[in-house]
Structures are given as structure tokens and as C-alpha cells.
Nanobody, 123 residues
């Protein structure tokens, strides 16, 4: 079964760090652009970051620039989202997706997406 599985979420204090992983199974993630978006209760879904197939191009939401980085490891078939200097407003469920369009915000253009991992930033 082809799927994406996110992991690495949890509860962290403001100013802390987390690294989220987006692991693919059943298909080769290297052939796809990959991105992350987050969803918090009562807040519109927000695109957080994305990375191109070759790992050269990346993009970040203004709200996370300078704090988050994205990378990919083809050998592990995984994409990572390193989140530093976390703020309470970063709280939400983080989802990764894979598709053929770079940084797409259109869900119908995603070939795969995961079930999400909860990130809670609170003291």
C-alpha cells in the first residue's frame, strides 16, 4: 500500500524545536515535490513549506521563514521539516503531501497525503 506517514509531533514549550518526518512507503518519494501544510481549529489551512523533487528549490510561509527548514533524504525516502523557535501560533496538525506540482495549494493536485501529526506549542 502506497502511503505517506508523518511523525515527530508532540508537545513543546515556546522557543523549543521539533523535527517532523514525512516517510513514504510503497512508492519513490524522490519523483515528487513534497510539501507541508497545517490546520488549527477555527483557522484556515495554511501552506507551511515545500521542497522540489531535486531538493534545490524550497519555499516557506512568511510566518515560519527563518525558523523552519525543509530537507529530503532520498535514501530514506523521507522529507523532514525542522521547526525551531516554536511559537504557540505554530500549534496545529501538520500534514505532508506529495505531488507533481511544486508548492501546490490545491488538494486535488496531491497524489499522496498523510494522516497528520499534532504539534502543540504551550507552556
Amino acid at each position: 500500500q502506497s502511503q505517506l506517514v508523518e511523525s515527530g509531533g508532540g508537545l513543546v514549550q515556546p522557543g523549543g524545536s521539533l523535527r517532523l518526518s514525512c516517510a513514504a512507503s510503497g512508492f519513490t518519494l524522490q519523483y515528487y515535490h513534497v510539501g507541508w501544510f497545517r490546520q488549527a481549529p477555527g483557522i484556515e489551512r495554511e501552506a507551511v513549506s515545500c521542497i522540489s523533487r531535486d531538493g534545490i528549490a524550497t519555499n516557506f510561509a512568511d510566518s515560519v521563514k527563518g525558523r523552519f527548514t525543509i530537507s529530503r533524504d532520498s535514501a530514506k525516502n523521507t522529507v523532514y521539516l525542522q521547526m525551531n523557535s516554536l511559537k504557540p501560533e505554530d500549534t496545529g496538525i501538520y500534514y505532508c503531501y506529495a505531488g507533481f506540482k511544486f508548492c501546490s495549494n490545491v488538494v486535488s493536485e496531491y497524489n499522496y497525503w498523510g494522516q497528520g501529526t499534532q504539534v502543540t506549542v504551550s507552556s
